[in-house]
């Protein structure tokens, strides 16, 4: 793993985007990005760039923002898998609260103050944003909008899910519950989000969602059909064991913290 530190002390939140081959969008959205929290979030960030084997310039791009802008690193992992990378910088963080985005922004940055405000406070361990909770404004294709409701149904009629939208990239977690978690989770790939939020559902871990604004990016490096397969098949192993999936005891979890 190749880093490059723009950091020297700790910060309160550590912001994870993975990416491949994304040169075409990454230095725009990490200087929107990087803009938006020195604006409007009142405590030290971190933003991390998580190379996953990218083929084109994306590692030069990430590196260089890296060097440029502070409180912006990158990491380089030789392996593809969004799992593998927010699993590589969440548990090697040193920050109190953990959280990832999609590169392309499809969720707008205003909510990003609403979705660690209850984590902050301490009235969540795990907050999500949601596409599908009331107050959500959407847009994006038909077949996305099946898709996208169908597994959740499935989710919520199979595994009993009790949030809405397991998918959405923008999520935050408290960092010790993220040490916690992070290592039962066996995908590396996209179901790594259910599987966390299924994981933590049974483990008692207080999840909080948030209907956000989202607008759908046409040029997405997702496989939407090869990714549904292997989301089923995600969900069919957690079925089959359920036991063990509930094995694994969380205590500190489980207690309300405020994160200080």
Partial sequence: MNEMRATTSPPVLDIAIPVFNEERILEQSVRALHTHVREHIPFATRITIVDNASEDATRLI??????VLDGVRFVHLPEKGRGRALRSVWLASDARVVAYMDVDLSTRLESLTA????ILSGHADIAIGSRLAPGARVSRSAGREFISRGYNLLLRSVLHASFRDAQCGFKALRADVARDLVPAVRDQEWFFDTELLILAQRAGVRIQELPVEWVEDRDSRVNVPRTALADLRG???LVSAPRSARARSLPRSARPQEVR
């Fill in 235 to 237: 969900v069919l192993r």
């Fill in 115 to 118: 979705l660690l405000a209850p």
């Fill in 62 to 67: 990430g590196m260089r923002l890296a060097g």
